[in-house]
């Protein structure tokens, strides 16, 4: 089975959230194509073989006593535990009790943060005269706990099995109906540890309404029995059975958050049917083929450790299996172990120098350490054997992503176009082509491009996003914004989007729209250094310069070795003067990752610190010629006093004869210029219509209920160290504000 759909299908062009810079950064990308299709033997059955057989339906309806016991002896509770003690619990029930497998919801038995389960254990309830024992503390005090692992998982019904250690011996399989629940009938459950409750095992009843296909709580369209019946969190997995205790649905417990009252969506028995079909044979795998393809379903639910025992045990079987090596070196790949992932994927090819999957894997894994040329080499090798035009489509466009993430986008958009001409119908390759047409400064072809793809696809927040990065680059920030408005409409939990918009209102100055996003990528993950560096970004924009750099420390705390942050919070040391501090974060910065805005920064630390001769070293590092020598600087005043303010101003410059002097006369004579200033008024000050540039300044100020006197009698200096570098052309501004 081809791995390629397991890698990123859709680049992101995201903007790293410099205080002064916005780049875009693309990651990785492969489009979901499949090499070859592998499906299960598909078969029309009354009932799937590892299901018990159902009994006939004319038969009479069963007293409640025996549906209640019935429930007691095939519902199991589910207690789920992944990485760092993060858990949940579930309800299922056992489906065939000689080969120890039970059913519950794929949500119950998944990962939710992309990482393997650590363990899952289930209790079945143990009955105390005709009823199950609802004390929590009675089975952790005398039940032992059977452990668990997951056989097969389908994210779109919503289904999961699982095959458990060991089962009791009272423990009774239950049936599957042979139909669905008609409307008016009585159904039954019962949950492990619903919500709202705080013992196990609680008995619910209700009326069936109707069974038809309409979405779940996952967004998937199945076939579902929907019921008048309380459900709650905790009956996820659960079972639905019918007057003659045969299955007739599954509890979807996220579902109950519908507006109708008591309105509850189940996964209906035809869905389980057709899932059970469709992995019977692969309950118990006897050829290789059969143990690849529960390895394959293994991989792509993310249960790589499982994954790797099915394809070793289909080496043991046929060592000569190209796929079988080819897949586990995709395990390997996924483990970050790219020396034993290249190794299989090496002899997979020495078994079949046809098997593509390998060569792409081979390229995976150079890619993965930045090996460009070697990872084009694979792909090129790839193109030459296929003689399939779905496959050479997919193999174009792989090695145009791979062309994207050297920079070299011409190169990849001739082979998104040779892609597109094999296969016009993916939307992802117009996309991708999109893409590479803005980075390279082509925004009206992308533009025409990316309509093509949203028309295509206008469900793909993706597309959108990189609309909103053409319309950014552009520096047309409010239809960036609409653009990036539409992708988070499409997928509102993508961090990323928040984080372009965000930058996208930094820069029309909308620091209240741009905090706001900031806030909710924090709400998302706030583990991600990236979230926090935005959030001081724009702390930084709205000049909070002490809670940015609080900020920015929260970024670093996180990845310590991130050049950006450390290079962020190095800048803003260096705003509020402690060049220290500053210096310290910017040699860090520069060692992990040495470029010229760095330098740059660096450069004015050393200028702000007297060091000339570093300051001159760091400037001439960035390669910019336009590096200047400056004695000046401007002078800007900006009344934040919340009154109208007389300024008084005495400045030391060099005069237009060549000598330096006082104007408008020496300190001593008393003389100064006045201006007035209201209110929040802020203004480049002149002399004689020139706007005054200084090397210090004596400056004072007086309102009608305070002053500022500090430097009325005390030079300013505007230029501490007698000259400064710049490559702005001009003198750089000084501004002076005054506040209560």
């Known amino acids: 089975m081809s791995r390629r759909c397991n890698l990123p299908s859709v680049r992101i062009c995201l903007f790293v959230s410099a205080v002064f810079v916005a780049g875009l950064y693309p990651a990785s990308v492969d489009t979901a194509h499949a090499q070859k299709t592998k499906e299960a033997p598909k078969r029309v059955i009354a009932q799937p073989k590892i299901a018990k057989p159902a009994r006939d339906h004319s038969q009479e309806e069963r007293p409640e006593e025996d549906i209640y016991e019935s429930l007691v002896h095939g519902t199991v509770y589910l207690d789920v535990t992944e990485g760092e003690g993060a858990g949940w619990s579930g309800t299922g029930w056992l489906l065939n009790k000689e080969k120890r497998l039970v059913v519950t919801n794929d949500h119950v038995a998944s990962s939710k943060s992309g990482h ?48 458990l250690d060991s089962i009791p011996d009272k423990a009774v399989a239950f049936e599957l109906a042979e ?36 979405s779940l709580a996952n967004g998937a369209n199945v076939k579902v029995l929907e019921a008048q019946m309380p459900i709650n969190r905790g009956n996820s997995g659960g079972p639905i059975i019918n007057a003659h205790a045969q299955i007739v649905g599954v509890c979807e417990g996220f579902t109950n958050a519908t507006a109708a009252n008591m309105v509850t969506m189940s996964v209906d028995v035809s869905e389980v049917r057709d899932f059970l079909s469709e992995i019977e044979d692969y309950v118990d795998p006897e050829t290789a083929e059969q143990f690849i393809h529960r390895g394959d379903l293994h991989y792509d639910a993310g249960r790589y450790k499982s994954a790797m025992t099915d394809f070793n045990r289909a080496i043991e079987l046929d060592p000569k299996n190209a796929e079988a090596v080819s897949d586990r070196g995709w395990v390997f790949y996924k483990d970050g172990d790219y020396d034993t992932a290249m190794a299989d994927f090496k002899e997979a090819l020495a078994l079949d120098n046809q098997f593509l999957d390998a060569y792409y894997g081979q390229a995976a894994v150079h890619r993965a ?51 597109i001409a094999k296969d016009d119908t993916d939307a992802i390759v117009f996309g991708n082509k ?21 028309e295509m696809d206008g469900t793909n ?21 609409e653009m990036y408005n539409k992708a988070i409409e499409i ?63 929260r970024a670093i705390e996180l990845d310590s070795q991130n050049a950006l942050y450390l290079r962020n919070r190095g800048n803003t040391y260096y705003q509020i003067n402690e060049y220290e501090s500053a210096l310290a974060d910017l040699n860090k910065a520069i060692e992990l990752d040495d470029d010229a805005d760095k330098r740059a920064i660096r450069g004015n630390i050393y200028q702000a610190m007297g060091k000339t001769d570093a300051a001159k070293k760091d400037y001439q590092a960035t390669g910019d010629e336009s590096y200047k020598s400056y004695d000046r600087r401007y002078l800007r005043f900006e009344n934040k006093t919340g009154e109208k303010i007389k300024l008084h101003l005495q400045y030391y410059t060099l005069s237009n004869k060549g ?12 003389e100064n210029l006045v201006f007035d200033f209201d209110v929040d008024e802020a203004a480049y000050l002149y002399h004689d219509d020139f706007k005054i540039r200084a ?42 504000t005054f506040t209560p």
């Not at 993706?462 to 239809?479: I, L, M, S, T």
């Open 116 to 163: 393997e389960l650590q363990q899952i254990f289930a209790w079945f309830p143990v009955v105390n005269e005709g009823e199950a024992i609802h004390d929590i503390d009675y089975y952790i005090q005398n039940e032992e706990k059977i452990f668990g692992k997951v056989l097969f998982t389908d994210s779109t019904r919503d289904l999961a099995v699982l095959q």
């Open 179 to 214: 139909r669905s629940a008609r409307p008016g009938e009585p159904l039954h459950s019962l949950a492990g540890l619903p919500q709202g409750s705080e013992g196990l095992f609680i008995y619910t009843l209700g009326t069936s309404r109707a069974v038809y296909k309409r």
């Open 369 to 419: 350490r930045g090996e460009v040329e070697e990872a084009i080499k694979a792909y090129t090798q790839a193109i030459r054997i296929s003689h399939d035009d779905h496959q050479l489509a997919d193999l174009y466009n792989s090695r145009g992503n791979t062309y994207y993430e050297a920079g070299e986008y011409d190169k990849a958009v001739a082979d998104y176009d040779r892609s």
């Open 434 to 454: 999109g893409d590479a047409l803005t980075q390279a400064g082509k925004y009206d072809e992308a533009c025409s491009v990316l309509d093509k793809a949203i």
């Open 461 to 481: 927040a993706e597309f959108w996003n990189v609309a909103g990065n053409n319309w950014y680059a552009r520096d047309n920030y409010p239809n960036a914004v």
């Open 491 to 553: 997928d509102p939990d993508e961090q990323m989007y928040y984080r372009n918009r965000g930058n996208a209102y930094r820069l029309m100055s909308e620091l209240d729209a741009a905090f706001e996003d900031a806030k909710k990528t924090l709400d998302l993950d706030p583990d991600e250094g990236d979230n926090w560096n935005f959030l001081g970004n724009v702390l930084f924009d709205a000049s909070k310069y002490s809670e940015a750099i609080e900020i920015y420390t």
């Open 659 to 670: 000598n330096w002097r006082w104007f408008p006369n020496n300190p001593e004579s008393g």
């Open 695 to 736: 090397s210090r300044v004596r400056i004072w100020a007086e309102t009608e209920k305070s002053n500022w006197m500090q430097n009325k009698d005390t030079d300013l200096m505007l230029v501490p160290n007698g000259s400064y570098m710049s490559n702005s052309g001009d003198f750089e501004t000084w501004t002076q």
